[in-house]
């Protein structure tokens, strides 16, 4: 399968377990990516040198450019820890802002954490079978609270497009961490 | 959770395995309600003045009618045939025609029927973890060819609306019909 999709029908086989499709290609975020996002980028980089983990892995489909059309795939995020904060992704704003997202939540345990730019905020949880909706307008980044890796089905309008750059100036408002009874959520000290 | 979804974020569960959500009610289409979407209406009136079983559910959220929302739920349908036709859903177009459509299976066994205006048509497989596009211009319709409910997670934007009448007065120009082999695709003699 070569190309754009979505002329045409397909389908593509996602294991529901590991989320992986053996049909195509993923994009990886090792640890050596994104170092920058942690609280302590410095730890990251030191563990980094160490064994660079892949933190997170996600299906990029070439669908139509088209507000018709609808973005799919899958989004593993790792278990894992950098100082006490847990492996998530990056997080990005939609370049059309006004465009929502949901996730359901195949395998694992996580959180989606949600700022917009009104300072508005909110973090839901994920297990099993849990569908997150991201309002339109929001900046949303997937956290591995669990031991298993957090396997999500992800779907966005085709056209909407990521705009990672704003989030990654500014940080997130908040971040979760792993405290003495479970995860917290606390105030990002570096956020601007 | 009352009225209007997606202006905040929310999360609803889904049960990965019989597809329901216990925070909603489903939409639900028993057999007398569908008789005429049958081969053989007559079989399906006569088995539905006997136990009437409930073919197929759905989640229907309130999402906003609005380009940058998108509706989500599970759909599941149940095992069965009327004189050898499996049970499916009546299938729609949607009322904004330039609109996708994935559905990605969680349990069972079942095919997507598609087609277009312009008498393009198409049918795939569903397996756990199989994901279907459903181009823009198509009616589709899920057939559940195995013995379990057919669940899949569907996602379309929230704006797209649904033309049930379309299909439904010209009917498919394939139906899937239990063969002595399994499952087979066969031209609709109704088909107008």
Same mark, same amino acid.
């Given at each position: 399968m070569q190309g754009l999709l979505g002329e045409k029908a397909f389908s593509l086989e996602f294991d529901?377990?590991?989320?992986?499709?053996?049909q195509r290609s993923s994009s990886k975020r090792m640890l050596s990516d994104i170092?920058?996002?942690? &609280?302590?980028p410095q730890a990251a980089v030191e563990r980094a040198e160490k064994d660079n983990p892949l933190v997170y892995e996600f299906y990029e489909l070439p669908l139509p450019? $088209?507000?018709g059309d609808l973005c799919f795939g899958t989004s593993m995020v790792y278990p894992g820890q950098v100082d006490g904060e847990y492996f998530m992704t990056k997080g990005h704003f939609h370049s059309i802002l006004d465009t929502g997202e949901v996730y359901h939540c195949l395998s694992g345990q996580g959180m989606m954490i949600m700022e917009n730019g009104a300072g508005d905020w909110n973090c839901l949880e994920f297990k099993p079978g849990t569908a997150v909706y991201v309002p339109k307008g929001y900046a949303h980044r997937s956290i591995n609270i669990g031991e298993k890796p957090l396997v999500t089905f992800f779907c966005f &309008?085709?056209?909407?497009? $990521?705009?990672?750059?704003s989030i990654t100036q500014k940080g997130f408002r908040n971040l979760v961490v792993k405290g003495p009874n479970g995860p917290e959520i606390i105030a990002n000290p570096h956020w601007s």
């Open positions: 529901l377990k590991s989320g992986l499709c053996g170092a920058g996002i942690f &609280r302590n450019n $088209h507000p &309008r085709a056209d909407a497009g $990521h705009d990672y750059q």
